[in-house]
């Protein structure tokens, strides 16, 4: 199954970068990396996703390992918004999500 | 325009009673996830629909079912509740089923079962 590991938890200072880290051993070639984060009481909100390059939008950055066996969220300057569970996950092309796991996410906590 | 819609918004049941939870995705979005999220952990995927059929289904027992309808909303079944089935249970929409397409979720219908 397709596996990721993040850490637990992480904390950041208000208007510093942040870099969320996620571990995908298994990753096969034709799974997509995406990363959504999640506020108390919230549905799950989509944050960006990439394949192989590394790719930007206006919520954060993904920097995609060469090897594809790990990714990092960049949060450009965190806000007291952007404290929130980050889950990375993959997602085969053909959209198979019978081998989709979420795991436990990251939570974020940012200081003011 | 409206994001993914779910009703209802809070729900408690008994053991062995049933429930029927309603999710009208993004306008134009013609597939709908169901996921089964636990207090303290990630998203369990339950089912994925497109265009009204089934196109995977995660590792739930039989009494849970989904159907999705011509205008591409649906409904998650859950027969004889367990207590075990309290949780938040998500719907998410995207156009369509592919691995590089967006998922956009609902608030959740949280479950409370007795």
């Known amino acids: 199954d397709a596996k990721t590991t993040q850490p637990n938890s992480m904390e950041s200072n208000e208007e510093e970068p942040v870099h969320l880290p996620c571990n995908h051993s298994t990753i096969s070639g034709t799974d997509y990396i995406h990363w959504y984060r999640q506020l108390p009481s919230q549905g799950p909100e989509y944050v960006i996703h990439g394949l192989t390059s590394n790719v930007n939008n206006r919520m954060a950055s993904l920097a995609i390992a060469e090897d594809r066996k790990s990714s990092t969220l960049i949060l450009h300057r965190a806000t007291l918004r952007d404290a929130a569970v980050y889950y990375c996950?993959?997602?085969?092309?053909?959209?198979?999500?019978?081998?989709?796991?979420w795991g436990l996410g990251t939570s974020l906590a940012v200081n003011p | 325009d409206a994001g993914v819609t779910q009703s209802p918004t809070h729900l408690i049941k008994t053991r062995g009673q049933q429930v029927t939870l309603r999710c009208s995705p993004i306008s134009g979005h013609k597939s709908v996830s169901w996921y089964q999220q636990v207090l303290g952990q990630g998203p369990q995927f339950i089912f994925q629909y497109y265009e009204k059929e089934e196109r995977g289904r995660g590792n739930f027992p039989d009494r849970f079912s989904a159907r999705q309808f011509p205008n591409y909303s649906s409904e998650l079944n859950v027969n004889a509740l367990l207590l075990g089935d309290s949780a938040l249970y998500l719907c998410?929409?995207?156009?369509?089923?592919?691995?590089?397409?967006?998922?956009?979720f609902g608030p959740g219908t949280r479950l409370t079962v007795l």
């Open positions: 996950i993959l997602r085969d092309r053909a959209g198979n999500n019978r081998k989709l796991i």
């Open positions: 998410a929409s995207s156009w369509t089923s592919g691995g590089s397409d967006t998922q956009y």
